[in-house]
């Protein structure tokens, strides 16, 4: 069955209708603005700062409005009848997806804004952040998949934001708790191990970019299965 866009439009301006009436939903959008504000006033704000605002526009724009999306039409039980309708499951989690990557995308560019965070590798720290986008996306379909409501979805992605998002808030700590190393490997921290790259090599960027890919497919995977699933259930 090949890629329909009229089915894929379809789904899309849906969810962006459901949204805009979901106050409780789309209100988490403006605080990533809010931390952009806060810190944003600072004399110099260090890397680790600017890091720490993307990552927290990922995790609770992009990780938790996905979930949200996802969690909303289990809990309305309208998911069973697009799952049965003739949307493959590409055009379905397109089209559910663009949405919430669309909007991550705007929010964390104000905030990078706010921020006054220009850093010298844009292209790199670009790519960077919209590949760790497709993980929080694919995080957040997954966590939608496997709740039963918005507020269970609540609960579910508060670990998520505090792991994935704060990463580099809690990698301080790690000589002092070194289970907390595992940190290292996150999409947050490789951001800003892209960031902190300077007059770089293509060698230099390949590490960071393959754990946040391998980040991506563990996702996706989570996501496929766990969208079968629920189509046999």
Same mark, same amino acid.
Request: charged share 15%; no cysteine; net charge neutral.
């Given at each position: 069955m090949t890629f329909s866009v009229k089915r894929f439009m379809a789904i899309f301006q849906k /969810?962006?209708? /459901?949204?805009?009436?979901? $106050?409780?939903?789309?209100?988490?959008?403006?605080l990533p603005l809010v931390f952009a504000l806060i810190y944003g006033r600072m004399d110099v704000v260090p890397l680790e700062i600017h890091i720490f605002i993307i990552s927290i526009s990922l995790s609770m724009v992009g990780a938790f409005l996905q979930c949200a999306i996802i969690a909303e039409e289990k809990e309305k039980n309208t998911l069973r009848?697009? $799952?049965l309708s003739p949307a493959t499951i590409t055009e379905i989690l397109a089209g559910k997806s663009t949405v919430t990557l669309v909007i991550t995308l705007v929010?964390?560019?104000?905030?990078?804004?706010?921020?006054?965070f220009s850093p010298s590798n844009l292209i790199p720290v670009a790519l960077g952040v919209v590949l760790a986008l497709v993980f929080f996306i694919t995080l957040g379909t997954w966590l939608g998949l496997i709740t039963r409501s918005v507020l269970e979805a609540s609960i579910y992605i508060l670990p998520v934001m505090f792991i994935f998002g704060m990463a580099n808030m809690f990698i301080g700590f790690a000589e002092e708790y070194p289970f907390l190393k595992v940190l290292e490997y996150t999409p947050a921290i490789q951001l800003f191990e892209i960031a902190n790259i300077t007059d770089g090599t293509f060698a230099d960027y390949l590490l960071p970019f393959a754990i946040i890919g391998a980040w991506v497919v563990v996702g996706a995977v989570l996501t496929v299965l766990s969208f079968k699933k629920r189509m046999m259930d």
């Open positions: /969810d962006l209708k /459901d949204l805009y009436r979901n $106050m409780y939903v789309s209100s988490t959008i403006i009848g697009l $799952m929010i964390t560019y104000i905030s990078m804004l706010i921020s006054g």
